[in-house]
């Protein structure tokens, strides 16, 4: 059976009764529609998503896009043949007009999920209970590639694609605006595609740049020093897990596992914490005596801060 819901499609007036002033001055926040459909019980608008902070050429795009959007509504609102009222604060696009803040959500979605790549700069999955996500993430912004790609590059793609957008976007719906018009929506169509392309090309050599740069990582010396302790750590944790010694219930092993990136001796406390672990499991009457297991020749650069390879 198909799930019911209501469509996310309306706007709710600010307490000023305007979505937009020809002053630029705030009319109060509004929570705009992103067209989806809202399940039966759950809130019907939309909660508000912060800006990523990488840039503030970002954030700068998209205030664009909700300045164009606002000022869409209020034309509607002015204009009956482009909106209706859904209760009397709700406004409702019609025609051209929903179809151009349609475009303009869209965008808005697009330029967060492609801006967003913690799917692709995350470390492999070696199993077991470590996270190597400290470590990875200081090789990799530390990279050349990955700096590269967030860098000035970007930066100048996104202000120039900002500037357009407010130059032929913007300001065409602000002077249908105050010249109570019907905005050219066939042109801007048009205009918002290109935007929309334009953003989508940078992203995608962004990601391309990015993803260079994690392959790099992975395979340089310092990152296989890591996965080589961190492989030692694991084959540990089974072998006293073998023992029926679980090391997460041990004390000392929970305190130097939490600290571990934070001190230069971190990795090599863990092994040694784990080495006795194993070796007091491996005397007891269950296991007569071991050798005690050596520690892997790691180096780490004594600064109070791990650094692999260093």
């Known amino acids: 059976m198909r799930a019911q819901g209501i469509l996310n499609d309306s706007a ?44 503030n050429c970002h954030r ?25 009222f859904r209760r009397s604060n709700e406004v409702v696009l019609q025609g ?26 995350q470390p492999p999955n070696i199993g077991g209970d470590l996270s190597l996500a400290v470590p990875f993430s200081r090789l990799l912004s530390a990279h050349d590639s990955f700096k590269q790609a967030n860098g000035n590059q ?11 957008f407010v130059q032929n976007i913007v300001e065409s719906l602000k002077q249908s605006f105050i010249r109570e018009e019907t905005p050219a929506f066939p042109s801007l169509f048009g205009r918002v595609y290109d935007a929309h392309s334009q953003f989508t090309q940078a992203a995608r ?36 897990r073998s023992l029926d010694r679980e090391p997460t219930n041990d004390n000392e092993y929970q305190t130097v596992k939490y600290r571990m990136f934070d001190r230069a001796d971190g990795p090599t406390s863990v092994i040694i914490c784990l080495e006795r672990i194993v070796r007091d499991a491996m005397v007891s009457p269950v296991h007569p005596l071991a050798n005690p297991l050596s520690s892997p020749a790691l180096s780490f650069r004594v600064d109070g801060m791990f650094h692999p390879g260093a």
Not at 26 to 41: C, D, F, H, Q
Not at 154 to 164: A, F, G, P, S
Not at 223 to 238: P, S
Request: proline share 5%; aromatic share 8%; net charge positive.
């Open 96 to 121: 051209e007009a929903r179809r151009l803040d349609v475009h303009l959500s869209d965008f808005d979605e697009h330029l967060e999920r492609r801006l967003d790549l913690e799917d692709i700069t």
């Open 205 to 240: 050599d962004r990601e391309g740049e990015v993803k260079l740069a994690v392959r790099e990582v992975q395979a340089s010396p310092p990152w296989l020093e890591v996965m080589g302790f961190a492989t030692k750590i694991n084959a540990l944790c089974e072998q006293a």
């Open 12 to 55: 709710r007036l600010p307490e000023s009764g305007r979505f937009f002033q020809a002053d630029n001055s705030s009319t109060g926040w509004v929570n705009l529609p992103n067209y989806e459909v809202i399940k039966v019980g759950a809130e019907k608008l939309s909660r508000p998503r912060p800006p990523l902070t990488y840039t």
């Open 60 to 84: 700068a795009l998209r205030n664009a896009i909700n300045k164009a959007r606002l000022i869409g509504f209020e034309i509607a609102r002015t204009k009956q043949k482009f909106s209706l």
């Open 154 to 164: 970007l930066k100048r793609c996104v202000l120039r694609i900002e500037k357009n």
